[in-house]
Antibody, heavy 128, light 111 residues
Framework: EVQLLESGGGLVQPGGSLRLSCAASGFTFSSYAMNWVRQAPGKGLEWVSVISGSGDSTYYADSVKGRFTISRDNSKNTLYLQMNSLRAEDTAVYYC?????????????????????WGQGTMVTVSS | QSALTQPASVSGSPGQSITISCTGTSSDVGGYNYVSWYQQHPGKAPKLMIYEVSNRPSGVSNRFSGSKSGNTASLTISGLQAEDEADYYC???????????FGGGTKLTVL
């Protein structure tokens, strides 16, 4: 079964740091780009960051650029999000989401810029 | 980066059809066929319903369809059912400083 399982959320003070993890199973992890998407309480979805299957390309939302770092360990089938200098407005449920492929060739897949598999989410609360 | 524009709410009766719009710019919705739609029930993770404007992933009902005209994409749900009541979000690839942008979401109420 294809599955994503996030962990690492919790309560942190403003200015603090937290690292989220997302464990993947049931698919060839290294073939797909992976994303983080967040949702503040009662609000809509906000795309946060994406990393390519190999890990050599990353992109960030302006709201987190310079504070958050996305990474992956393909040997452990795990995606990470290092969050530094946290602010109250970073309070949200954080989801990891697998990229939906347009096509796959030679062990890598091109992106359809859609997210077909989502984790259950992990809550991050930034408050003093 | 501004979110794509969706109506806050739409409603319809069982069996009817409804359409949710998603308006962007030529840098996102209008410029690329990378518009997706997601369904989210309360307390649950989003579910991909449409990708690349009009394609349905395996397992998604053919009551859900997508289209695009200019800078506006649309999701149509035909034969409304009670279980369709949920929040719906569009998203698009964008050439702005980020890679992806979501709409603000639309709450669908089945009367």
């Amino acid at each position: 079964e294809v599955q994503l399982l996030e962990s690492g959320g919790g309560l942190v003070q403003p200015g603090g740091s937290l690292r989220l993890s997302c464990a993947a199973s049931g698919f060839t992890f290294s073939s797909y780009a992976m994303n983080w998407v967040r949702q503040a309480p009662g609000k809509g979805l906000e795309w946060v960051s994406v990393i390519s299957g190999s890990g050599d390309s990353t992109y960030y939302a302006d709201s987190v650029k310079g504070r958050f770092t996305i990474s992956r360990d393909n040997s452990k089938n795990t995606l990470y999000l290092q969050m530094n200098s946290l602010r109250a407005e970073d309070t949200a449920v954080y989801y990891c989401a697998k990229d939906y492929p347009r096509y796959c060739s030679g062990g890598s897949c091109s992106s359809a810029y859609a997210f077909d598999i989502w984790g259950q989410g992990t809550m991050v609360t930034v408050s003093s | 980066q501004s979110a794509l524009t969706q109506p806050a709410s739409v409603s319809g009766s069982p069996g009817q059809s409804i359409t949710i719009s998603c308006t962007g710019t030529s840098s996102d919705v209008g410029g690329y066929n990378y518009v997706s739609w997601y369904q989210q029930h309360p307390g649950k993770a989003p579910k991909l319903m449409i990708y690349e404007v009009s394609n349905r992933p395996s397992g998604v009902s053919n009551r859900f369809s997508g289209s695009k005209s200019g800078n506006t994409a649309s999701l149509t749900i035909s034969g409304l059912q009670a279980e369709d009541e949920a929040d719906y979000y569009c998203s698009s690839y964008t050439t702005s400083s980020t890679a992806e942008v979501f709409g603000g979401g639309t709450k669908l109420t089945v009367l």
